[in-house]
Antibody
Framework: QVTLRESGPALVKPTQTLTLTCTFS??????????VSWIRQPPGKALEWLAL???????YYSTSLKTRLTISKDTSKNQVVLTMTNMDPVDTATYYC?????????????WGQGTLVTVSS | SYELTQPPSVSVSPGQIASITCSGD??????ACWYQQKPGQSPVVVIY???KRPSGIPERFSGSNSGNTATLAISETQAMDEADYYC?????????FGGGTKLTVL
């Protein structure tokens, strides 16, 4: 059974760095073709892709946010970590992690429940 | 950067066919997928690789992709299908989501 769960602070102050952890089970990020991604959704707004890391450790970032994002994985812990620097109130959103099961198919078949991050002083 | 454009809203009567479009430059040359998201829930993929349905997704959901437009069709639309729908594709090493379409079943 595949599951993903996001964890991290619910509240961060402007200019701080956000660190989110995605802990997953039921699959291995060492398996060829498997990727994990971070996606966010501001309240009442659309989904926005942030970053993706593949089975080989290759990293891909949103063009508009890449200077602020770092994605990494710890395969031994089944975790993917996202850091976002210089947080701003406009970064208030629900942050999801999701699995891409097949490189080349590009869809996300399993999503976490999401974690709401509020940026406020 | 690549953009996917969806109509903000679509309305349909119960039992009718709902059609939601997603437009992007040469989108037909890429794989498109579709997600359904109900209030307070995480997105669920309903169509992947243009027209494939994951297990557990009703046959009422179908997809196509040609030219610059991908289309999600829901036949015999039910009240339970009322949700936000997002298309998604991959372009130039980035994931791209459409702006979402709110489907209302009147």
């Amino acid at each position: 059974q595949v599951t993903l769960r996001e964890s991290g602070p619910a509240l961060v102050k402007p200019t701080q760095t956000l660190t989110l952890t995605c802990t997953f089970s039921g699959f291995s990020l060492n398996t060829t073709g498997v990727c994990v991604s971070w996606i966010r959704q501001p309240p009442g707004k659309a989904l926005e892709w942030l970053a993706l890391i593949d089975w080989d450790g290759e990293k891909y970032y949103s063009t508009s946010l890449k200077t602020r994002l770092t994605i990494s994985k710890d395969t031994s812990k089944n975790q993917v970590v996202l850091t976002m620097t210089n947080m701003d109130p406009v970064d208030t959103a629900t942050y999801y992690c999701a699995r891409m099961p097949n490189w080349g198919s590009w869809d996300f078949d399993y999503w976490g429940q999401g974690t709401l991050v509020t940026v406020s002083s | 950067s690549y953009e996917l454009t969806q109509p903000p809203s679509v309305s349909v009567s119960p039992g009718q066919i709902a059609s939601i479009t997603c437009s992007g430059d040469k989108l037909g040359e890429k794989y498109a997928c579709w997600y359904q998201q109900k209030p307070g829930q995480s997105p669920v993929v309903v169509i992947y690789e243009d027209g494939k349905r994951p297990s557990g997704i009703p046959e009422r959901f179908s997809g196509s992709n040609s030219g610059n437009t991908a289309t999600l069709a829901i036949s015999e639309t039910q009240a339970m299908d009322e949700a936000d729908y997002y298309c998604q594709a991959w372009d130039s090493s980035t994931v791209v989501f459409g702006g979402g379409t709110k489907l209302t079943v009147l």
